[in-house]
T-cell receptor, first 113, second 115 residues
Framework: DQQVKQNSPSLSVQEGRISILNCDYT??????FLWYKKYPAEGPTFLIS?????DKNEDGRFTVFLNKSAKHLSLHIVPSQPGDSAVYFC????????????FGQGTRLTINP | SAVISQKPSRDICQRGTSLTIQCQVD?????MFWYRQQPGQSLTLIAT?????????ESGFVIDKFPISRPNLTFSTLTVSNMSPEDSSIYLC????????????FGPGTRLTVL
């Protein structure tokens, strides 16, 4: 039972353009969502998060959008840079302090020069 | 963010043996978490380790297979016991820098290959 799904295993974007990574979830109890970036041979690095009381959160080049009715979130990276090439995971938790994150399968983003 | 280190970074082990993975944090944290990432899969929570109490295991993971120690607020170990090739994974520890925020910070991981 995959509660958090990232349906695109890979995405290729030209440098300078917008990268959009998508994530869907099925558990309506999830109310906090996070995005992580992972380079090879390293642990995931926290990027940005969003609470279900918001529909958008922005941090520099990274913006996360949440559509609760569609149970969908997306991460926008503008402009995309070569250093953004990595695997991106979305994660969700049900109620703050639940301390359990459920991860999607990841999307490998490649930024082409 | 927290500075988290893991030892070993990688290992190749024989079937039937055990490996203990260490996780060290640069500051005291209440909760430490152990995850597994099997090849091509997402991260899956194995257990939550709270200092001074038994670890809490997720469905599908048992203490006999994955014993965990949490002797103090900066250190934890995960042992992978009686290993089989199916245990070949990346094992990661994580912490919540600020309690009850659900924002977890991860160590670099231990890449385990079982032959």
């Amino acid at each position: 039972d995959q509660q958090v799904k990232q349906n695109s295993p890979s995405l290729s974007v030209q440098e300078g353009r917008i990268s959009i990574l998508n994530c869907d979830y099925t558990n309506s109890m999830f109310d906090y969502f996070l995005w992580y970036k992972k380079y090879p041979a390293e642990g995931p690095t926290f990027l940005i998060s969003i609470s279900s009381i918001k529909d958008k959160n922005e941090d520099g080049r990274f913006t996360v959008f949440l559509n609760k009715s569609a149970k969908h979130l997306s991460l926008h990276i503008v402009p995309s840079q070569p250093g953004d090439s990595a695997v991106y995971f979305c994660a969700a938790s049900a109620s703050r302090g639940a301390q359990k994150l459920v991860f999607g399968q990841g999307t490998r983003l490649t930024i082409n020069p | 963010s927290a500075v988290i280190s893991q030892k070993p970074s990688r290992d190749i082990c024989q079937r039937g043996t055990s490996l203990t993975i260490q996780c060290q944090v640069d500051s005291q944290v209440t909760m430490m978490f152990w995850y597994r990432q099997q090849p091509g899969q997402s991260l899956t929570l194995i257990a939550t380790a709270n200092q001074g109490s038994e670890a809490t295991y997720e469905s599908g993971f048992v203490i006999d297979k994955f014993p965990i120690s949490r002797p103090n607020l900066t250190f934890s170990t995960l042992t992978v016991s009686n290993m089989s090739p199916e245990d070949s994974s990346i094992y990661l520890c994580s912490v919540e820098r600020t309690p009850n925020t659900d924002t977890q910070y991860f160590g670099p991981g231990t890449r385990l290959t079982v032959l």
